[in-house]
């Protein structure tokens, strides 16, 4: 089954004979990580042990920083706790030109989520057909940017939302060094399209390592429908800093951020993810067969991803109040000590709503369900973020392209959206209703 090329060659390369007969060269693969940002170089500086890894970075001239920094050193990457404590590696590569995306077998996008859709746009023209794209994270809605930037190209290509990223880590030295702090025990992750869940879940699990487990989860939707960012961040912002309940007046400390939730935030916390599991329901019973228990109440993810480190966990309150990881955390403010004001410009708000509630926000609409508390929230951030996302109740603001609903890239009925999503391939007996569907979408 295996045959060795000549040493002459300059590597003993394995090559195996396919069921076909063909040969095909189990060794190559190639890897593009996109951003330059801690986990960016993390993930660069531990793939390119082992493959052809391309970084790239196309914001500013962070690319040409980076390849100055690191010259002709190796990047020297450690890992904390591990038996194998520093890792040098190599990039074969460090550029900002989009058409070494021709040569990936694999593409990690591991930059803000406001920065997805550019990579996604500028790598289109050049990706083959196969294509992984894994996104870490992928917030809410990345499949559909995916698709709606691709086109019918997309239909080619595997698209793997993460939840989160795979470990904690930071610079030591930019560009030069970095730690892994820690990495988490498991990842959910989800496949678009179902059929290519194996050759992705495979071949990421063989990049990253044992650790962590990637658990797959039903569906991308359930991963954007999960995402506790979009939630939590806008909600405990909104109730500590919203018309309803501050002055306006400096504060002399910085307020905690999740141990300071009170009840009245946690009011609005509990309206946000109640309207979520609304969208869940009428989703599922749209298209029999798709399941979104991963996109679960925010309480119920605090019992999932803190168990152990909550010594109250009778309210979600309490969960916050209580959860030991969270100590001494405070929310973002400007000024000096005495006399501080929120920073309502900070990624809680200026990422999390337009990548994260407004997606959620955007399908309860097409859905016709009402969402009371998400409309205050998304109201109230736009004006502190300088977009106009909802007019007279609306999601129809012309920032709306600048957001991940799903009207930001032209869906407006629910057949649209079960198109774009690619939830056809989940129904299970539904044929009648997704039928009805599809007429009213053409």
Known sequence: PFRAVPLHSRRLTLIRRTRGGAMGDVTDCCVV??????AAQVVTGLL???YRTIAVSFFADEAAKWKTALGRDEFELTVEGASVGKIRSKPTEITNDPSVAKQADVIILAVPSFAHGEYFEKFAPYMKPG????????????????SAKLGDKAKDMVFVGFETLPWACRFTEWGRKATILGT???ILAAVTPQSAKNKAVGTLQGLLGVFPLIIESPNNLGISLRNPGMIVHPGVMYGRWGPESWDGKP???KPLFYQGVDDFTEKVLLGMTSEVQAVCRKMEKLVPGLSLKDACTLKQWYLDCYDGQMSDTSTLKGCMNTNKAYNGL???????AGSYMPDLQYRYLAEDVPTGLCFAKGLAEILGIPTPTMDKVVVWAQGC?????MVDGKMKGKDLAKTRAPQGVGITTIAQFIKLAKLE???????GLLAKLAICCN
């Open 33 to 38: 990580v996109c951003g330059g940002g801690n």
């Open 48 to 50: 390119a042990t082992r």
């Open 131 to 146: 294509t992984i794209v894994a996104v870490m994270p992928a917030r809410s809605g990345g499949d559909i940017l995916f």
């Open 184 to 186: 988490k025990n498991s």
């Open 251 to 253: 504060k002399a400390e």
């Open 330 to 336: 405070t929310h973002p403010c400007k000024g000096d």
């Open 385 to 389: 973020i300088g977009l106009e996302i």
């Open 425 to 431: 391939e989940f129904k299970t007996g539904g044929g």
